[in-house]
């Protein structure tokens, strides 16, 4: 069966400061692959998607970027953080064989900046 | 692109039937509706998706006019468990090279009632 990581769980990191979290899917291959971002009590944001190694599109202009260096890793970073990015960051996957957007999220970060 | 519109938040007493509507007017010949359930600080989880007329699984019913505008979610005999926010998404095809880029809009605040 397929299984999705995110680590960390939990982050507070100052502002100005680097940013990575993780993603990994297992059980699957080629999958599409996203990054979402929730604020306090708001919608969920879409922030990238990939639909393979190397391919990343953005959604949102600002001073966050992915990168996906293996088929089943998708990365989200920041060079300096701001206080407007804390929220709770989700990971998730859809195979790429299926149109019906059936999604599939990992577990989340959250993500406090100080 | 199809967007969606839901209500922002329900109330209901523990028992009774819940009925979520969804309007996706633009909704495109190919696209599918698709419905999430997010508990705090969780992941959204898929619910139940459908094409047209009436999609029924072990969790929810989910009713489709021929006119496909709009969307009904019908969750039957609610409890104190229920209380979720849930998404109405119709799928977006338009960009090419088959990506799957999914849009969640804000989503409606189901709160169960004891």
């Known amino acids: 069966s397929q299984t999705i990581h995110q680590w960390p769980a939990t982050l507070v990191q100052p502002v100005g400061s680097p940013l990575s979290l993780e993603c990994t899917v297992e059980?699957?291959?080629?999958?599409?692959l996203y990054w979402y971002r929730q604020a306090a009590g708001r919608g969920l944001q879409l922030l990238f998607y990939?639909?393979?190694?190397?391919?990343i599109s953005s959604e949102v202009p600002q001073n966050l970027s992915a990168s996906r260096p293996q088929d089943r890793q998708f990365i989200l970073s920041s060079k300096k953080l701001l206080l407007s990015d804390s929220g709770f960051y989700l990971c998730?996957?859809?195979?790429?064989?299926?149109?019906?957007?059936?999604?599939?999220f990992g577990p989340g970060t959250r993500l406090t900046v100080t | 692109l199809a967007k969606t519109t839901q209500p922002i938040s329900m109330d209901s007493y523990e028992g009774q039937e819940v009925n979520i509507t969804c309007s996706h007017n633009?909704?495109?010949?190919?696209?599918?509706i698709t419905w999430y359930q997010q508990f705090p600080s969780q992941g959204p989880r898929f619910i139940i998706q459908?094409?047209?007329t009436k999609v029924t699984n072990e969790v929810a019913s989910l009713f489709i006019p021929a006119d496909r505008k709009s969307s009904t979610l019908s969750l039957p005999r609610v409890s104190l468990s229920d209380t979720a926010v849930y998404y109405c998404?119709?799928?977006?095809?338009?960009?090419?090279?088959?990506?799957?880029?999914?849009?969640f809009g804000t989503g409606t605040k189901l709160q169960v009632i004891p």
């Open positions: 998730a996957w859809t195979a790429s064989s299926t149109v019906h957007y059936e999604q599939y």
């Open positions: 633009n909704i495109a010949t190919n696209d599918y």
């Open positions: 459908g094409y047209k």
């Open positions: 998404l119709v799928g977006d095809s338009s960009n090419s090279g088959g990506y799957q880029k999914v849009t």
């Open positions: 990939s639909v393979g190694i190397g391919q």
């Open positions: 059980g699957t291959s080629n999958p599409n």
